[in-house]
């Protein structure tokens, strides 16, 4: 079964631009999560899509949102991209049929955004 | 508020021996616990999870325990191998997954 795939890997912006990152979850897993990952701040959640719905959010500005598709992928966007927004993003995917559980999270690679 | 923490930053441990390493969590409404595994220039990658009705289970080489009492997770490893250098990440979840900030394992030849 394949794992969870992100593109891109690796992109680079810079500051105003905005940006968007697309994952596809493992099939059958209907919850797609959010991460950002620095090495200040850690691994820090930013949303949850459960059947196109936005299930649970994290404390990011209005600039960071996503949405998700019928088929369960994933795409979370930035707008007027700041220089501490460079990060590596990551997307997990779980069957999510139930909230709080649906069994655990299986992350992708992670799409490393840089901003100049 | 929620927070997740391990004692321990970096891990350094003989090929061959066990390893533990803890994780103290302050959300007595998390009903489930996680440990990841992070190797460079890759997402965390699943290894073992506990419920809260559960204090141990184990898996292949590694055992995770979770005590209520004092809000505390350990993930052993046995015999630990060089592959199983990395970045150990403890996570919570309640309505949604909060992580620690990670242990650096490091296993010496």
């Known amino acids: 079964k394949a794992g969870v795939t992100q593109t891109p890997r690796y992109l680079i912006k810079t500051r105003g631009q905005q940006v968007t990152l697309s994952c596809s979850p493992i099939?059958?897993?209907?919850?797609v999560s959010w991460y950002q990952q620095t090495p200040g701040q850690g691994l820090q959640f930013l949303f949850e899509?459960?059947?196109?719905?936005?299930?649970n959010k994290g404390n990011f500005p209005g600039r960071f949102s996503g949405r998700q598709f019928s088929n369960s992928r994933s795409e979370m966007n930035v707008s007027t991209l700041e220089l501490g927004d460079s990060a590596l993003y990551l997307c997990?995917?779980?069957?999510?049929?139930?909230?709080?559980?649906?069994?655990?999270?299986?992350f992708g690679d992670g799409t490393r955004l840089s901003i100049l | 508020g929620e927070s997740v923490g391990l004692h321990l930053p970096t891990l350094s441990v003989q090929e061959g021996d066990n390893s533990i390493i803890n994780c103290a969590y302050s959300?007595?409404?998390?009903?489930?616990f996680i440990w990841y595994k992070q190797e460079s220039g890759k997402g965390p990658q699943f290894i073992i999870d506990?419920?809260?009705?559960?204090d141990k289970r184990q898996g292949q080489r590694v055992t995770v325990l979770l005590n209520k009492t004092v809000k505390h997770l350990s993930l052993q490893i046995a015999a630990t191998q060089p592959g199983d250098s990395a970045v150990y990440f403890c996570?919570?979840?309640?309505?949604?997954?909060?992580f620690g900030t990670g242990t650096r394992l490091t296993i010496i030849p």
């Open positions: 997990a995917s779980s069957l999510g049929d139930q909230t709080g559980g649906g069994g655990p999270q299986h």
């Open positions: 099939s059958g897993h209907r919850s």
């Open positions: 899509y459960f059947s196109e719905t936005q299930r």
């Open positions: 959300n007595s409404a998390s009903d489930y």
């Open positions: 506990i419920r809260s009705n559960m």
């Open positions: 996570a919570e979840r309640n309505e949604k997954l909060t």
